[in-house]
């Protein structure tokens, strides 16, 4: 498995590892609701280390991206974040990414582990001068309430002004990174880009400050089914299009992009299976791969599924007929006919990660 540039430093927590997309994660620390609980209450900090990071520089770089993804990539502002997804001449989904205007002439874009070869390679041939920063850069995330304090604790005063879905380009005594306020949790949160070389003393220096807690995958898969943020690989895939996945408002339709005639025609017919977040009754959580019922019959599959601790029960995404995507619904899913209730997105309301600063 490959590692990233903290995996030495999981051990002194007491990390339980498993292999992730063939990296070496820790996928709990203390334990998955402790840690998922912390992160609402306090700051939870995560090694996200493994997704990869471009640099797209010029004009004519950030067009021919611009070209392969379904947002409007040359109209974002700079200090802006904008949530997106590449796309195969089917209009499937390669990955969903997130894209940071550094500035007029640069691009940060940062993808998923899983199909990270495929999307290096696609950008390699298709973005002039791209330069893949993955293998140079870690990633940690500070995720949770208290997390503007914290890191204002410790001197990153760039943390202070930035909106939600915001970043810059700063300094952090001496280490040179990108921050943004963005995250995976529902939680006021920020992103640091690290190098690589420098990512383990960042790690220890955020993990010293008061408040905070180190977290595996586990308390990271809770967090985000909580909110109903999707999973590249279990609820994305290149099978899928952005108006199954329930991405129809990062869709700009006046730009030019792979499989945009499918992509009309289905929103035309309008007769698709959409992602959509379900809970369960109880404690049960619905599973990946469970069969979903409104009665007699099928309804659509379960993508993914875990036991929602903010919620007190199970929690996850389908793939949902429109006859059964009706928030308040009532359906069955699996072999034991879990009662489940359709939803709207997202499931936890009382995440933290728009909230406005002030002072």
Same mark, same amino acid.
């Given at each position: 498995?490959?590692?990233?540039?903290?995996?030495?430093?999981?051990?002194?927590?007491?990390?339980?590892?498993?292999?992730?997309?063939?990296?070496?994660?820790?996928?709990?620390?203390?334990?998955?609701?402790?840690?998922?609980?912390?992160?609402?209450?306090?700051?939870?900090?995560?090694?996200?280390?493994?997704?990869?990071?471009?640099?797209?520089?010029?004009?004519?770089?950030?067009?021919?991206?611009?070209?392969?993804?379904?947002?409007?990539?040359?109209?974002?502002?700079?200090?802006?974040?904008?949530?997106?997804?590449?796309?195969?001449?089917?209009?499937?989904?390669?990955?969903?990414?997130?894209?940071?205007?550094?500035?007029?002439?640069?691009?940060?874009?940062?993808?998923?582990?899983?199909?990270?070869?495929?999307?290096?390679?696609?950008?390699?041939?298709?973005?002039?001068?791209?330069?893949?920063?993955?293998?140079?850069?870690?990633?940690?995330?500070?995720?949770?309430?208290?997390?503007?304090?914290?890191?204002?604790?410790?001197?990153?005063?760039?943390?202070?002004?930035?909106?939600?879905?915001?970043?810059?380009?700063?300094?952090?005594?001496?280490?040179?990174?990108?921050?943004?306020?963005?995250?995976?949790?529902?939680?006021?949160?920020?992103?640091?880009?690290?190098?690589?070389?420098?990512?383990?003393?960042?790690?220890?220096?955020?993990?010293?400050?008061?408040?905070?807690?180190?977290?595996? /995958?586990?308390? =990271? @898969?809770?967090?985000?089914? #909580?909110?109903?943020? *999707?999973?590249?690989?279990? &609820?994305?895939?290149?099978? +899928?299009?952005?108006?199954?996945?329930?991405?129809?408002?990062?869709?700009?339709?006046?730009?030019?992009?792979?499989?945009?005639?499918?992509? /009309?025609?289905? =929103? @035309?017919?309008?007769?698709? #299976?959409?992602?959509? *977040?379900?809970?369960?009754? &109880?404690?049960?959580?619905? +599973?990946?791969?469970?069969?979903?019922?409104?009665?007699?019959?099928?309804?659509?599959?379960?993508?993914?599924?875990?036991?929602?601790?903010? /919620?007190?029960?199970?929690?996850?995404?389908?793939?949902?007929?429109?006859?059964?995507?009706?928030?308040?619904?009532?359906?069955?899913?699996?072999?034991?006919?879990?009662?489940?209730?359709?939803?709207?997105?997202?499931?936890?309301?009382?995440?933290?990660?728009?909230?406005?600063?002030?002072?």
């Amino acid at each position: 498995m490959r590692q990233t540039p903290l995996f030495n430093a999981y051990a002194r927590h007491g990390a339980r590892v498993v292999d992730f997309h063939g990296w070496a994660l820790p996928v709990q620390f203390r334990g998955i609701v402790e840690e998922h609980l912390h992160t609402r209450r306090a700051a939870g900090v995560f090694d996200c280390s493994h997704m990869g990071e471009f640099m797209v520089r010029g004009a004519e770089a950030i067009a021919a991206l611009d070209r392969l993804v379904i947002g409007n990539l040359t109209a974002l502002k700079t200090g802006r974040c904008r949530y997106t997804a590449l796309l195969n001449a089917d209009a499937g989904i390669i990955d969903d990414c997130v894209a940071l205007r550094l500035s007029q002439e640069e691009m940060y874009f940062v993808t998923n582990a899983g199909p990270l070869e495929e999307v290096s390679a696609l950008l390699a041939a298709r973005v002039p001068g791209v330069e893949d920063q993955s293998a140079a850069t870690a990633k940690i995330d500070v995720q949770g309430p208290r997390s503007r304090e914290i890191l204002l604790s410790l001197g990153l005063q760039a943390a202070a002004p930035l909106a939600y879905w915001s970043g810059v380009r700063t300094e952090w005594r001496g280490v040179p990174l990108v921050v943004t306020r963005a995250g995976y949790t529902g939680e006021l949160g920020y992103e640091l880009y690290v190098p690589a070389d420098a990512g383990e003393a960042v790690w220890d220096a955020v993990l010293a400050a008061e408040g905070t807690m180190p977290c595996g /995958l586990g308390a =990271r @898969d809770t967090l985000r089914s #909580e909110m109903a943020y *999707p999973l590249n690989g279990d &609820d994305l895939d290149p099978s +899928r299009t952005p108006l199954e996945t329930a991405m129809d408002r990062f869709i700009a339709w006046e730009t030019d992009f792979p499989g945009k005639a499918r992509l /009309l025609h289905q =929103r @035309d017919a309008g007769d698709y #299976e959409r992602l959509t *977040p379900v809970k369960s009754l &109880d404690r049960r959580a619905p +599973r990946a791969g469970f069969e979903v019922f409104d009665g007699a019959d099928r309804a659509g599959t379960v993508t993914s599924g875990t036991f929602g601790p903010s /919620l007190g029960c199970g929690v996850g995404l389908a793939y949902l007929s429109p006859a059964a995507a009706v928030p308040g619904k009532r359906l069955t899913a699996g072999p034991r006919a879990l009662e489940i209730e359709v939803c709207e997105a997202p499931v936890y309301r009382e995440g933290t990660c728009r909230v406005k600063i002030t002072g």
